[in-house]
């Protein structure tokens, strides 16, 4: 069987491409993008065939899937594999499928999703296996195995085509306004989800709304809190990582350390162990794989280059900033923690302008980049800008691609480069600069 995959250069899209890959499954991929990717070098690896023109790989027995950013009545490849009459299906209808034929592990919530299913599909691989798909772009297939741990996406409401059995729920906050229009419609979402559980629900307890879902799986609770099922105890925040005690149930589960910083990245611990817990998986086994887990894909992604330190993070909302600049400090406590951030969406920034710049105000100083606006119109936004989260900040700068040497003051500091979109060229562009001055 054949897959053609119509915008295979996008995260999800390449992650699914490489869990069908190594299920067996030929697939070939188009994209409109002919620029270079960082999803491309693992589908090059697997020899999956990337074309940006018309080719003639289609044929009576394809499948084709496409990507949501593609119109499936505009675009070409979608019309002519129409014309075909194939079977075309929607990514998130195609990961629904493949929910149906695993035990589904489903990681949902507004942050912390990727870093939980990395962390999660580290440890059952180490544990006997699975399958998974993480939204860096990183996609596994184990013939092996029938668990399926998905990263899953609140986004126009894109999880409800699952089919899991077990629904993880890290955090419940208002984002992507530009289709949540309140906190209470974000909340019915997450409750039509919890509620698609075959087995249980894990969710965060120190969330102030998941304890507000009405749902009629079991749900058990993590955090740090007294009321949790699933409790840290002993919590030590070090230089070097976490280390803290498990009770599941009032039970003692095992001590675990984990290589991370910050509370947020704790709190992520506890939801894959709680599942590991219930999959009557060994504690001191899981503490093990745990304590060789190295983070997901541009979350805290550290290069060093003279006295400077450099922090690749996706943080893209303003709880995501603030966690990100309280582990740079937890790691980096005698450091100025320089923040670099380039937004995403003018309604997120609009409704959240406070507090980016709260966030931000962490740092000892904050740069701010123009905003990406790939889904809006700019027009519709004539008074948001850079300059929205700047005119707020104590101690804040504009900054863009080809201005990479305002940086270059700063020496024995932790630089932040944060955004969910291309802030690589300009932190690229810091570090050519950085390494010459050597």
């Known amino acids: 069987m054949k897959y053609y995959m119509a915008g295979i250069k996008g995260a999800g899209m390449s992650a699914l491409a490489l869990l069908l890959n190594d299920l067996g499954y030929e697939v070939v991929g188009y994209d409109d993008a002919k620029e270079h990717r960082f999803t491309e070098d693992k589908l090059i690896e697997r020899g999956i065939k990337i074309y940006s023109e018309p080719n003639d790989e ?33 990514y998130e209808e195609m990961l629904g499928k493949l929910t149906k034929k695993f035990d589904t592990i489903c ?41 399926f741990i998905l990263e899953s996406c609140e986004y126009r409401r894109h999880f409800l085509a699952y089919d899991p059995e077990y629904v993880v729920i890290t955090n419940i906050e208002l984002d992507h306004t530009d289709y949540y229009k309140s906190m209470d419609d974000m909340v019915l979402a997450y409750e039509e989800f919890a509620n698609k559980a075959k087995k249980m629900v894990i969710a ?38 976490t280390s803290f005690d498990v009770f599941i149930e009032d039970e003692y589960y095992g001590h675990f350390d984990l290589p991370l910083y910050g509370k947020h990245m704790l709190l992520n611990a506890l939801a894959v162990i709680a599942i590991c817990h219930y999959e009557r ?115 804040g700068d504009y900054i863009e691609q080809g201005m990479a040497e305002k940086l270059l003051e700063y020496d024995n500091a932790v630089i932040l480069f944060m955004s969910s979109k291309e802030i690589y060229i300009l932190e690229d562009e810091y570090k050519k600069l950085l390494e010459e001055k050597k």
């Open 58 to 90: 289609m044929d009576s027995e394809t499948i084709v899937i496409y990507s949501p950013a593609l119109r499936l009545d505009e675009h070409p490849e979608l019309l002519k594999a129409k014309q075909m009459n194939l079977k075309i299906y929607e």
């Open 107 to 147: 990681i949902s919530g507004c942050h912390g999703k990727t870093t939980t299913t990395s962390m999660l599909s580290h440890i059952m691989s180490d544990m006997g296996g699975c399958s998974y798909i993480i939204g860096d772009g990183i996609g596994h297939g184990d013939k092996n195995s029938n668990r």
């Open 204 to 241: 965060c307890g120190d969330d102030q709304y998941t304890h507000s879902l009405e749902v009629n799986p079991q749900i058990y609770y993590y955090g740090l809190n007294d009321d949790n099922d699933i409790k840290a105890r002993e919590v030590e925040y070090r230089s070097d990582g």
């Open 281 to 395: 998986l060994d504690a001191k086994e899981v503490a093990k794989s745990l304590k060789t887990f190295e983070g997901a894909l541009r979350r805290f992604k550290e290069t060093f280059i003279g006295n400077n330190v450099i922090i690749d993070d996706y943080a893209h909302h303003p709880t995501e900033v603030k966690v990100t600049i309280k582990a740079a400090r937890q790691k980096y406590p005698d450091k100025k923690i320089i923040a670099i951030f380039k937004p995403h969406t003018f309604s997120r920034v609009e409704e959240f302008k406070e507090e980016f710049a709260s966030a931000l105000n962490l740092a000892d100083k904050a740069y701010v980049m123009d905003i990406n606006y790939d889904r809006e119109k700019k027009e519709d936004y004539p008074n948001t800008s850079a300059y929205t989260i700047i005119d707020l900040l104590d101690n």
